[in-house]
């Protein structure tokens, strides 16, 4: 890179806050998902302040720039496709403030999610959203991906639960987004920059709603012979006006995988299982888990177990929130999907995962929030073996499709960045994308802040812009000392 301007970004954040070496930036050519690419720099601000002055300096030589927080995202949005430096947010990882009395917490973008309920449990009071990844992931991925968790079924996901966001935008100025209240007057400008997939600009603060820890939790575990049951009782819970805390699904193939990794004691001969949290006031709790047990035995469950202490619930929920690690037991490579559809389109819908397992001759793994209708079909696959990785996108794109058919969304929680830009046309006129162009233009008229991500380039969805096995988006990242990726 230009070595005037590394010197200029070496004078704003520091000699050991700059990073340029193949050997130091290499691991920033990854994220959880299947795209690479090097970036020109990295960089490590310490301050608001210090971004502001980095994006200044991209600002002044034209230089493009993308947010980064842990790198957990499985779209791609923190991958720097093309010549573009890497803001990283791994120093801005303190929390400034509990606020018990009023429920909120300030805190800086890269403090990591599970950090946040643990500074607030002394209070009795925790943070909802709680992604699988929730021990890496940071505050300010999970506000650029708008994320779920499981327990955002009754709760709602993360922007249900963030007040205000400071922000540098993308020409360097300094702006806070809502506020510590519940509702600021005017435009909800947190509200479009969250989801937004860092896009926007770079929140370097935010105030987050803490909410009281549930009096009492009870944990289910339904264990079903067919997954078409499974999902009748995940409707038949809901139906009777029942929102549990969480009401996750997995298959008979994750089950397999998640045993051989974490050994949380579950039936591998069965289909499916429903892991079931129901949670809140002691007063009428049992009444309500006899309930959802009664509902999953009339749904076809062969049994129903109820965790015996928080110790069992806690073995329970390791194994679910290890699922997507615990596949590299039983294949060398794995592609996450995200798809949302309707909850009663659910037995339709895993009919059509498996039709393109078959399809493709890969084996797909089903672990999901069956709760919200938000699927993560687990592509198996092998990247040395010849097509395969070709095969995994194109089984992910005819899932994608499937999805939107049946009345969905084509992704729920894990955004669009890179990996899905190609399938937004599947769900979106060129209009409704033009009205998102014109609101991306008016935060980031010159495209510099994270550029390539969420909107179509005009290939198809499935047809990929990557080197087949490498996932590498160019000629410099697939030559990247010839590792393999
Ligand atoms: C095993 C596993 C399980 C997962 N489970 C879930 C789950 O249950 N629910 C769920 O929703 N997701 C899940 N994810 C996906 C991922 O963890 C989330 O999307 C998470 O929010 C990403 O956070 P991050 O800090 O890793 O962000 P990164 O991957 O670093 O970045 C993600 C996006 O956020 C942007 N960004 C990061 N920081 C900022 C900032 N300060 N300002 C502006 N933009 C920023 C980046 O540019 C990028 O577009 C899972 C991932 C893995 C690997």
């Known amino acids: 890179m230009d070595v005037r301007f590394a010197a200029a970004l070496e004078a704003i954040v520091g000699r050991r806050h700059a990073l340029t070496t193949p050997q130091e930036i290499r691991a920033y050519a990854y994220d959880g998902g299947v795209d690479r690419s ?9 301050s608001t302040e210090e971004v502001a002055a980095v994006v200044r300096a ?112 993308p020409d360097g100025d300094i702006e806070w987004l809502g506020g510590k209240t519940i509702d600021t007057p005017g435009y909800d400008l947190a509200g479009v920059f969250i989801g937004s997939e860092g896009t926007l600009g770079i929140a370097t603060q935010a105030v987050l709603a803490l909410s009281p820890i549930p009096e009492s939790v009870q944990t289910l575990l339904g264990v079903f012979d067919s997954t078409d049951a499974a999902t009748a009782a995940v409707s038949a819970i809901i139906a009777r006006g ?20 974490v050994g949380a004691g579950l039936p591998t001969d069965a289909a499916a299982l429903l892991l079931i949290d129901i949670e809140g006031l002691s007063d009428g709790l049992e009444q309500t888990v006899d309930t959802v047990a009664s509902i999953c035995r009339e749904n076809g469950a062969r049994e129903v177990r109820v965790a015996k202490d928080g110790a069992q619930r806690d073995l329970l929920w390791k194994g679910r929130k290890s699922a997507f690690g615990a596949m590299g037991r039983i294949s060398p490579d794995y592609y996450v999907q995200d798809g ?12 059509d995962v498996a039709a393109a397992s078959a399809k493709y001759g890969l084996r797909i793994a089903n672990v999901f929030h069956a709760g919200d209708g938000n699927l993560h079909p687990l592509i198996l696959f092998d990247k040395q073996k010849d097509g395969e990785f070709d095969r995994a996108l194109a089984a992910g794109a005819d899932i994608l499709q499937a999805c939107v058919a049946r009345g969905g969304s084509i992704s729920g ?22 009205f998102m162009d014109r609101l991306k233009s008016a935060f980031n008229p010159d495209d510099r ?27 410099r990242t697939a030559a990247l000392a010839g590792e393999p990726f």
Do not use: W
């Open 413 to 434: 929680e894990h955004g669009i960045g890179l990996e899905k830009r190609d399938c937004m046309p599947l769900q979106f006129t060129p209009e409704d994308l033009s």
């Open 38 to 46: 090097l970036p020109l720099a990295v960089v490590l601000p310490g």
């Open 242 to 261: 029942i929102v549990p805390g969480a009401l996750e699904m997995m298959d008979a193939l994750a089950t397999a995988a998640v045993e051989a990794d």
């Open 58 to 169: 991209c600002r002044e030589r034209d230089t493009r720039f993308v947010p980064r927080g842990a790198g957990t995202g499985l779209s791609g949005g923190a991958i720097a496709a093309g010549d573009a430096i890497v803001i990283s947010t791994a120093r801005l990882c303190r929390i400034l403030e509990i606020d018990a009395p009023n429920r909120i917490a300030l805190v800086e973008p890269g403090v990591v999610n599970a950090d946040v309920s643990a500074a607030a449990r002394p209070h009795g009071l925790r943070y909802v959203p709680d992604p699988s990844s929730m021990a890496a992931c940071t505050i300010g991925g999970n506000i650029a991906e708008n994320s779920g968790g499981l327990h955002c079924l009754a709760y709602g996901v993360t922007s249900a639960h963030v007040l205000g966001i400071r922000v540098v935008t």
């Open 449 to 475: 802040c994270n550029p390539g991500k969420i909107f179509p380039t005009g290939r198809r969805c499935g047809e990929s812009a990557r080197t087949a096995k490498s996932g590498a988006l160019d000629d």
């Open 340 to 351: 949302v559809i309707p909850r009663s389109q659910l037995p339709a819908m895993l009919r």
